[in-house]
């Protein structure tokens, strides 16, 4: 979820390149309205296509622009298969709960097909294999079990020993037809449809707080107020945590995209690696253009090399397989994982309370079913109806295994992130940086976080994240600074570009900072 105050926008993707989207006027004045969806990817725009439907008054108050934030940097995917999961589920949460995660993602599926149907939507919608190979024995063998969980779980796949594409694999699992698409081109009309239906829809709009009661309200940034009967958290983290301690139960991961002119033919489908780093890969056509996708390199978010090695190693990996003719975009993403891998969807706690605020939140890295998936739920948990999936997403759920390990090793990671970060050493000096360089440096014994940028000009924060006091690092790619504990991220300058983090990075003034060292350097 972007602040409306960052300075340094994310990189901009094939999606947001070719569409063109409506623009929207911040919230200034207290309103009331039935349900208040804050988040404008596709899980918010979802939720108030299907209120506004059902007679609901809606707002929908997003930070920045809509579909800025993970929505508009997926890969758009549009699949059931959601990596090594199936296996895991079967024997973590039980055949039943594996079958109904797969159901809940098949409906999505269905719901995007008709949705394009009902309205003539124009997304370059392709019905798709998608496939999941692996390229060692280690794999190999993982992927058998997964094949067998297919089969347990009545899933249509097939383990095959070679694939469409020219990659060397040991095997590889196919579910078929799973589909892909431009996924602003499919949001664009929903947005059109809430507003024609009397929906309200604000941008720049950053909510910060929620006053609970029987009629909550939405405090914002500007300090606006929505009172209504519900409150739908669909931001990526959540904007309110309530008594949940959801960044107790997630990790932020960063991957990256980068999109190409290949010089061979794409022969079709849709392609991830079982093993790691992750490889992924899709076609799409963009304004006439057949480009091709190349994904993977996750990482902790604020963990890990220079991200610029991300890219270079995407760029080899496309280079390898189909030749590049030339780059047109690249991009990073963030995606956030749930102790058990499911999805919280649903109450935000079990306190009555906190019942009329709902949450949508950890798709890991497959929001385009999930996030579709996650509207449906939080529809009728609004309108009051049954829902077969309701407990199985559920926020307040904790499986022993794996959640409690999970719980124990994310914190702990945290922990040590912690007190490490503390410690941290730096030799880069502040004076030594070029245009376009930001660094961790030490001044007068303290750890701060310096960017000069392409103009010269020194961009100088203290590098405590506000959240819980971890130290951030500098992502050299996106010129952020990010968060390795809870994910959370900044702009060089320190605005909050990604929660939990609510407040930004102090601010530090260079030219006082500039004066005071080179007096004691003698410069």
């Known amino acids: 979820m972007a602040d409306q105050h960052t300075e340094e926008k994310f990189a901009e993707t094939a999606w947001q390149a070719s569409a063109d989207l409506p623009d929207f006027e911040p919230l200034t004045a207290d309103m009331k309205t039935d349900v208040v969806i ?86 370059d919608f392709r019905t798709q294999d998608a496939y999941l190979y692996a390229t060692t024995p280690k794999y190999k063998m993982k992927l058998e079990k997964e ?44 947005v059109q449809t809430i507003v024609d239906k009397g929906g309200r829809i604000f941008e720049n709009t950053t909510a910060v707080h929620v006053e609970r009661g029987e009629e909550p309200s939405v405090i914002t940034r500007e300090d606006a107020r929505v009172q209504a009967n519900y409150i739908l958290s669909c931001s990526h983290f959540p904007f309110y945590e309530g008594t949940g301690f959801y960044f107790t139960r997630m990790h932020a991961e960063r991957s990256y995209v980068v999109a190409i002119n290949p010089k061979m033919a794409y022969p079709g489908g849709m392609y991830i690696s079982a093993d790691q780093p992750t490889r992924s890969l899709r076609s799409a056509n963009i304004d006439g253009e057949e480009l091709v996708l190349v994904g993977g390199e996750s990482h902790k978010t604020g963990q890990g090399i220079d991200t610029h090695d991300h890219y270079h190693a995407l760029q080899t ?26 999805p919280y969807i649903g109450h935000l706690t079990s306190q009555t309370s906190e019942q009329n605020i709902l949450v949508a939140t950890g798709y890991r890295k497959w929001g385009m079913t999930n996030g579709t998936a996650a509207a449906l739920l939080l529809k009728d948990l609004v309108l009051g109806k049954e829902n077969r999936y309701a407990s199985l997403f559920t926020p307040s759920r904790f499986y022993a295994d794996p959640s409690l390990k999970h719980f124990l090793r994310e914190n702990f990671d945290v922990a040590k992130h912690l007190v490490e970060g503390k410690a941290e050493s730096s030799n880069k000096e502040m004076k030594s940086l070029a245009k376009d360089e930001g660094a961790v440096v ?51 300058s320190g605005e909050v570009i990604e929660g939990p983090a609510e407040k930004p990075l102090q601010k530090e003034e260079y030219r006082m900072i500039e004066s005071f060292m080179g007096n004691r350097a003698g410069y």
């Open 38 to 123: 804050v988040g404008g990817g596709i899980t918010g725009i979802t939720t108030a296509y299907l209120l506004v439907q059902e007679g609901l008054q809606v707002a929908l108050v997003e930070a920045g622009k809509l579909l800025n934030g993970t929505t508009g940097h997926t890969t758009a995917k549009v699949t059931a298969q959601h990596g090594m999961i199936y296996d895991e589920f079967i024997q973590h949460l039980g055949k039943t709960n594996a079958r109904l995660y797969y159901e809940a993602n098949r409906e999505a599926m269905a719901f995007i097909r008709k949705t394009i149907d009902k309205h003539g939507i124009n997304c």
């Open 317 to 342: 990996f496309g280079d390898d397989l189909l030749g590049i003719e030339k780059q047109v975009n690249r991009w990073s993403t963030q995606d956030l994982t749930t102790l058990d891998n499911l």
């Open 442 to 492: 030490r001044i007068d014994g303290k750890r701060k976080g310096a960017y000069r940028d392409k103009d010269g000009e020194l961009h100088v924060v203290d590098t405590t994240c506000t959240h819980v006091g971890c130290e951030v690092n500098w992502n050299g790619a996106d010129r952020t600074w990010d968060c390795p504990c809870h994910g959370s991220r900044f702009s060089y």
């Open 147 to 190: 094949a067998a969980a297919y089969e347990k779980l009545g899933i249509d796949g097939e383990l095959l020993e070679e694939l469409p594409i020219d990659i060397n694999v040991k095997n590889a699992l196919v579910m078929k037809e799973q589909a892909q698409f431009h996924p602003l081109h499919y949001l664009a009309p929903l």
